[in-house]
């Protein structure tokens, strides 16, 4: 269990991702905050019901992006208070080869090569990945990443792989705006845990545009599917979740 005190590595990663938003910002070409709230119903370990606040950062500079975020979970903790909050975050940098190099590596879809890291920390969570990243061309989307890691469990022996995708699109509906962005996680076993697929797709309303503030205030779904969660055989979660998110 994952307590209501963050682990001094999360707090230290936390440091270093709203830092690192300061130190590149001189040469930082956007930079996108926001706050999420969420509520599931249907989670398949644990507390069947549970409220999420979700920080995130994302930026990107001149070599590269950067991408942060934290959950708090279980935000008023369940009705006999034996379960606490719980904290995870995540820090993805990446390196553009094409910006420090100077050099054009395009290929059909394939827009940029990146050196891409990550790492997962929580209370018994301590996972670093490493590997190559590709900025991808396709049609209709913001953005569209493919990143492709070697994947290491500080606690479990040896490594396993991972690949991951990520996307963004804005688009109009009728006389409507929307969001539709997410991730796709698939990695495979390593020690005793098995593999695992886990994604979460966004579909939200930009209700901010109603009253002129558009691309701030955002109302949705998202829904996760984990199968295998935490590597555990069968512990498939099929949750959708209300989400409002303001962006800043």
């Known amino acids: 269990m994952i307590q209501a005190s963050a682990p001094p590595r999360l707090v230290s990663a936390c440091t270093a991702g709203l830092l690192l938003v ?14 999420s709230l969420l509520k599931g119903w249907d989670y398949a370990l644990g507390d069947q019901q549970r409220s999420i606040a979700t920080y995130e950062v994302a930026n990107g500079w001149e070599y590269g992006d950067n991408y942060f975020f934290f959950d708090y979970t279980n935000l008023e903790g369940d009705r006999d208070g034996k379960t606490l909050p719980n904290i995870y975050g995540e820090y993805a940098p990446r390196l553009s080869l094409g910006k420090i190099t100077g050099s054009d590596l395009g290929a059909g879809p394939v827009s940029d090569v990146l050196i891409a890291g990550q790492l997962e920390m929580g209370e018994n969570i301590n996972r670093r990945l490493y590997g190559l990243g590709f900025d991808l061309d396709v049609p209709g989307m913001d953005y569209f990443q493919l990143n492709t890691y070697v994947r290491d469990d500080t606690d479990l022996p040896g490594n396993t792989w991972q690949v991951t995708l990520v996307w963004g699109s804005h688009f109009d509906l009728a006389s409507t705006k929307w969001l539709f962005k997410g991730h796709f996680d698939y990695a495979g076993s390593e020690g ?52 409002v998110t303001w962006k800043f």
């Not at 300061?22 to 706050?35: C, F, I």
């Open 22 to 35: 300061g130190v590149t910002g001189t040469a930082h070409a956007w930079t996108q905050a926001s706050l």
């Open 192 to 243: 005793h845990v098995g593999h695992n697929i886990n994604s979460a797709p966004q579909l939200l309303l930009d209700v901010g545009d109603f009253w002129g503030a558009s691309d701030r205030l955002y109302a949705g779904v998202e829904y996760q599917y984990w199968k295998n969660k935490y590597g555990i055989e069968g512990a498939d979660e099929h949750n959708p979740q209300a989400m």
